[in-house]
T-cell receptor
Framework: EDKVVQSPLSLVVHEGDTVTLNCSYEVTNFRSLLWYKQEKKAPTFLFMLTSSGIEKKSGRLSSILDKKELSSILNITATQTGDSAIYLCAVSFSSNTGKLIFGQGTTLQVKP | DGGITQSPKYLFRKEGQNVTLSCEQNLNHDAMYWYRQDPGQGLRLIYYSQIVNDFQKGDIAEGYSVSREKKESFPLTVTSAQKNPTAFYLC????????????FGPGTRLTVL
């Protein structure tokens, strides 16, 4: 059975801290791994990773894929209260059905 | 403004009633998807559609039905057969032949009374 597992499920930090969120997957026909941020309603896209070892960066957020370990990490440096959200990891398939399988999400709370 | 709209934002249903959730997109995307989100469980796929007049079951299709008569619209009906329908429902769309970045609507929160 295809599955995506995120850890930790929840995390509380203070502003300025650095956090690392984890996503591991067991799927057949892996194509790409995606990270989304969900603040209150609609998840918004952060990164798509297809190649192992290549870091993607956007401001204080960065992510990297390790196909050998079947995992990805999302790093957030110098956290701010606006980073408080649910971070979702999803995996797509090379069979191109368009389906995504999501992990449970990591709920991040950044305290002032 | 291009995007995905869902309506209503909040919906209350009595047990035994069918309800239909609306999803419309003006992004000219081929594919559309319906997800259900429960606390601590991430998003689970209910149905998806790659083209007009065609759709496939996702992982939790039982108790739900969909139609895709127009490219822009993908309504979801939650039937009385769905045993535990109280949840947050998200609609998404994407370009079909892409690396599957999906764009999400704002969601509908359904509560069964």
């Amino acid at each position: 059975e295809d599955k995506v597992v995120q850890s930790p499920l929840s995390l509380v930090v203070h502003e300025g801290d650095t956090v690392t969120l984890n996503c591991s997957y067991e799927v057949t026909n892996f194509r790409s791994l995606l990270w989304y941020k969900q603040e209150k309603k609609a998840p918004t896209f952060l990164f798509m990773l297809t190649s192992s070892g290549i870091e993607k960066k956007s401001g204080r957020l960065s992510s990297i894929l390790d196909k050998k370990e079947l995992s990805s990490i999302l790093n957030i440096t110098a956290t701010q209260t606006g980073d408080s959200a649910i971070y979702l990891c999803a995996v797509s398939f090379s069979s191109n059905t368009g389906k995504l399988i999501f992990g449970q999400g990591t709920t991040l709370q950044v305290k002032p | 403004d291009g995007g995905i709209t869902q309506s209503p934002k909040y919906l209350f249903r009595k047990e035994g009633q069918n309800v239909t959730l609306s999803c419309e997109q003006n992004l000219n995307h081929d594919a559309m998807y319906w997800y259900r989100q429960d606390p601590g469980q991430g998003l689970r796929l209910i149905y998806y559609s790659q083209i007009v007049n065609d759709f496939q079951k996702g992982d939790i299709a039982e108790g739900y039905s969909v139609s895709r008569e127009k490219k822009e619209s993908f309504p979801l009906t939650v039937t009385s057969a769905q045993k535990n329908p109280t949840a947050f429902y998200l609609c998404a769309s994407s370009i079909w032949d892409s690396d599957n970045e999906q764009f999400f609507g704002p969601g509908t929160r359904l509560t069964v009374l």
